[in-house]
């Protein structure tokens, strides 16, 4: 595992991502997803906390806007990119899809980035990955 993805979590938790029987630990208090869209070819980023109630999502940005991707009325540009701040709330998992037509989600911490599939070990494909906060 990257040193800069061994970052300890909030309160003595990781990060669980869970793919096709696998299931993989970080040490990560907070990180950031980066995608990009399907038919609109245009990056997102969400930031996220690992905390006791859930997986955090404190930030989002888009690159721009299009099908089904506007940013909502409180977005403000800035350096390029929609931002916003959306309302509190912690989700006790959070599934990710890959329709296989935009490459693949990364997991950002520390400056370093990697996909889904390098952080799990297989190639993830068209398979749900689910993220949850949990104990080491």
Do not use: Y
């Not at 299931?23 to 399907?38: E, I, N, P, R």
């Amino acid at each position: 595992m990257a040193a800069a993805l061994a970052q300890r979590g909030g309160g003595g938790l990781s990060l669980c991502l869970a793919s096709a029987g696998v299931v993989k630990a970080l040490s990560v208090a907070a990180f950031t997803l980066v995608w990009t869209h399907s038919i609109e070819k245009v990056e997102w980023q969400e930031d996220w906390r690992v905390t006791p109630r859930g997986l955090e999502l404190t930030q989002a940005r888009v690159k721009g806007s299009g099908a089904g991707m506007e940013p909502p009325p409180e977005a403000r540009l800035v350096d390029g990119w929609f931002q916003w701040q959306p309302k509190p709330a912690a989700f006790p998992q959070v599934a990710l899809g890959n329709s296989g037509t935009a490459g693949e989600w990364r997991l950002c911490a520390g400056g370093n980035c990697r996909t889904l599939s390098e952080i799990l070990g297989h190639p993830v494909g068209a398979n749900v990955t689910t993220m949850k906060a949990c104990s080491p």
